[in-house]
């Protein structure tokens, strides 16, 4: 299965993510955090939701080079404020053997549900 995953940072109002099932069943799932998170941080939570509910296997997609480029060792993490959720969401892919995935900001099923309600 594939989860399309998406973060948009604090806006003035909120933060926010999305998450998207390739099959659409259950999901989208938009979560509203009314913390001034980091575009960054929000895509780590959106991964890590993506994660939670995986099933061992699967794939994560995400727009966020900088997000898969850390999780899949091609980045180091520098900022402080992201690393307890660069733990977490390794520890979660490695547990069930999952797959994170760049795609281009236009092909994000997520982020498509992002821009609807801006």
Request: proline share 3%; glycine share 6%; net charge positive.
């Amino acid at each position: 299965m594939i989860w399309y995953a998406d973060g948009a940072g604090w806006d003035g109002s909120c933060s926010r993510y999305a998450v998207v099932r390739q099959d659409s069943r259950s999901y989208p799932t938009l979560k509203v955090e009314f913390g001034e998170f980091t575009n960054n941080e929000m895509e780590y939570k959106a991964a890590i939701y993506a994660a939670q509910n995986a099933e061992a296997g699967d794939t994560i997609k995400l727009d966020s080079e900088l997000v898969c480029n850390q999780v899949n060792g091609n980045y180091k993490v520098r900022k402080g404020n992201l690393k307890p959720l660069h733990e977490k969401l390794k520890r979660l892919m490695l547990e069930k053997n999952l797959k994170i995935e760049w795609v281009p900001r236009n092909q994000n099923k997520a982020g498509k549900v992002l821009e609807r309600i801006k």
